[in-house]
C-alpha cells in the first residue's frame, strides 16, 4: 500500500513539473562548432533523456557481446547439471530396482556431469554393492570419509562392508571411530553387541544405561537387555560374591519378570543364604508363569534330608499354582514315585502318556522306572526304554542350532546377546529304510513279562501261552495308540 501511494506521489510530481514547464517554457540556446541551436527548456530536457536511453542502450549491446562467451559456459553447465541429476535418479531407482547394469552406467554418468557432488558419490558406492564389487564399494567409502559432510556416511559403509566379508575387529573400529564423531544408534548398537559378544558385561551394561547408548532399544527390549546382563554378571560371580550374584539377580527379575536363569540363581542363593522359605515362595509365586524343571529341582531339594511324604506334599502344593502343564504332573509322578505309592504316580503320568501328543524320552524313562518299581516287568521296561530312543526330545536350551544343558547370555555361534530360548529341538524324520525298524509304541512287548518271572510257590506252574507272531506286514505297519494305562500295563 505504501508503494502504491510513494507511485502515485511521483507520478504527482511529475505532472505537476511538465504542467510548469508548459506554463514557463523558457528559451534553450545551444551554440557548437559555429551552430546555434535555439529551443525551449522542455523540448532541451527531453533531448538528454533521449541521449541517456540511447547510450544506455549501446552499452548493454556491448555488454552482452562480451558476455556471450560465459554466459553460454553458464547454460552448457546447467545442462550438465540437469543430465548429472536426471542420471542420479535413472541411478537410484535402479538401485531399488536391483539393476545393476542400468545403476553402474548412470553412476559413471553423474560422475562426469557431476563432479564433487556427494549424491554421486553415493550413486556410485550403492551401484558397486549391487554388482559385488566390493573393492570399488569400500573405495568410495573411502573417499567419502575424506569430506566433512560425508564422513559419517563413510564409516558406516566401511562398517558394513567389513561385516560382509567377516572382520569384526574392522567393523568395531569403523563403529567406534563414528560414535566418537556422533552418537548414531548403528554405532551404538555394534558397540553394545560387541561387549556383549566379548563377555563384557559390566561394559555392555554401562553401554546399556546410559542415555545416548541406549536410544537404539526401546524401553522393554532396554529392560529385558538390563536383565540379561545382570544375570550373566550374578553367573560369574556367584561363587565368588553370592551376596552380590543374589542382589544381581533380583534386580534382573525387576527389569525381566519371570525371567527364568535369574529366577533359578536367585532362589539357590537365597537358600543357600540359609531362607529356604523364602526360596520356595519364590518359586511357588513364579511357578504358573514359568514352569520349569530347573525351578522344580531347586524346589525339591531346598531341604535336604526331608522325608518323601513331605518332598510329596510340598510338589503337590506346587503342582496346583499350574495343574495343566506337564512339568506340574512330572514332579508330582516323581515325588510319588519316591515315595513308594506307584498308584499314584501311574494316575499323574496317564494324561502325559496318553493324550494326544507322543510322550518325550523323559517321560518314557520315568514310565521305565515306574514299571521296574512297581511290578519289575523287564519287558515293558525295555519298552519304555525303546519307546524314550525314539520319543520326541525334551524342551532344552537352544540357540542359532546349538544346543546346552544350561543357560548361556549370548550365542557361542553368532555371539548375540540372550540367543537361547527354551524350546524342543526338532525332530529328525526317519528315513525309508528306518521306518521299519522304528518302535513307538508296541502294545505287545518282545518277550512277554510272564516268561521273565518266576511263578508263585502256591500258585501251579502252568505254561504260558503262546503267541502268533505277527505277519510282517502287522509290523510294516505304525503301531497303534495304546490303550489306556491299565489295561496296557495289567500283569
Not at 542420471?87 to 545403476?103: F, P
Not at 518314557?364 to 515306574?370: K, Q
Request: hydrophobic share 45%.
Amino acid at each position: 500500500m505504501i508503494r502504491v501511494l510513494f507511485f502515485l506521489a511521483v507520478l504527482a510530481l511529475l505532472a505537476v513539473g511538465e504542467a510548469w514547464l508548459v506554463e514557463h517554457p523558457g528559451d534553450l540556446t545551444l551554440h557548437f562548432h559555429g551552430y546555434t541551436i535555439e529551443t525551449s527548456a522542455l523540448m532541451g530536457i527531453a533531448a538528454v533523456l533521449v541521449a541517456a536511453a540511447l547510450l544506455a542502450a549501446a552499452w548493454s549491446a556491448i555488454r552482452f557481446t562480451f558476455k556471450i562467451p560465459s554466459l553460454m559456459a553458464v547454460a552448457t553447465r546447467g545442462q550438465s547439471r540437469e543430465k548429472g541429476f536426471a542420471a542420479l535418479s535413472r541411478g537410484m531407482i535402479a538401485v531399488g530396482e536391483g539393476d545393476a547394469e542400468t545403476a553402474r552406467r548412470a553412476a559413471a554418468e553423474a560422475q562426469r556431469k557431476l563432479p564433487g557432488e556427494p549424491l554421486a558419490l553415493l550413486l556410485k558406492a550403492q551401484a558397486a554393492q549391487l554388482s559385488g564389487d566390493r573393492a570399488q564399494a569400500e573405495g568410495a567409502f573411502q573417499e567419502m570419509t575424506k569430506r566433512n559432510e560425508m564422513r559419517l556416511l563413510g564409516l558406516r559403509g566401511l562398517h558394513v562392508e567389513a561385516e560382509r566379508r567377516g572382520d569384526a575387529e574392522a567393523a568395531h573400529g569403523y563403529a567406534e571411530a563414528a560414535r566418537e564423531l556422533s552418537p548414531l544408534p548403528w554405532s551404538a548398537q555394534e558397540n553394545f553387541e560387541h561387549k556383549a559378544a566379548a563377555g563384557d558385561w559390566r561394559g555392555a551394561l554401562a553401554l546399556l544405561e546410559t542415555g545416548r547408548g541406549a536410544r537404539f532399544l526401546d524401553k522393554e527390549l532396554r529392560e529385558r537387555e538390563r536383565g540379561v546382563l545382570e544375570t550373566a554378571i550374578a553367573l560369574d560371580t556367584a561363587d565368588a560374591r553370592p551376596a552380590e550374584a543374589l542382589a544381581l539377580a533380583k534386580s534382573a527379575l525387576k527389569h525381566a519378570p519371570g525371567f527364568t536363569p535369574a529366577l533359578a540363581l536367585a532362589a539357590r542363593l537365597t537358600a543357600e543364604a540359609g531362607d529356604p522359605r523364602k526360596a520356595e515362595k519364590m518359586i511357588e509365586s513364579a511357578w504358573a508363569q514359568t514352569p520349569h524343571p530347573e525351578l522344580a529341582k531347586i524346589y525339591l531339594g531346598l531341604y535336604p534330608g526331608e522325608a518323601p511324604a513331605d518332598r510329596r506334599k510340598r510338589a503337590l502344593a506346587l503342582a496346583q499354582r499350574a495343574p495343566r502343564e506337564a512339568e506340574s504332573k512330572l514332579i508330582v509322578a516323581q515325588t510319588a514315585l519316591e515315595a513308594g505309592d506307584c498308584e499314584a504316580a501311574r494316575e499323574a503320568m496317564q494324561p502325559l502318556v496318553d493324550g494326544p501328543e507322543r510322550p518325550t524320552a523323559r517321560m518314557c524313562r520315568l514310565m521305565a522306572e515306574l514299571e521296574e518299581k512297581q511290578h519289575g516287568a523287564q519287558g515293558y521296561v525295555r519298552e519304555w526304554l525303546t519307546r524314550a530312543s525314539h520319543a520326541p526330545r525334551d524342551p532344552i536350551w537352544i540357540a542359532d542350532g546349538v544346543i546346552s544343558e544350561t543357560w548361556r547370555p549370548i550365542s557361542p555361534v553368532t555371539g548375540k546377546l540372550d540367543a537361547f530360548v527354551w524350546k524342543k529341538p526338532l525332530e529328525r524324520l526317519p528315513q525309508a529304510d528306518e521306518a521299519e525298524d522304528a518302535v513307538f509304541a508296541p502294545l505287545v512287548p518282545p518277550e512277554p513279562p510272564l516268561l521273565l518271572e518266576e511263578p508263585a510257590a502256591d500258585e501251579p506252574e502252568t505254561p504260558a501261552p503262546v503267541q502268533d507272531a505277527p505277519s510282517e506286514v502287522a509290523a510294516a505297519a505304525p503301531a497303534a495308540k495304546p490303550k489306556g494305562l491299565a489295561d496296557l500295563f495289567k500283569s
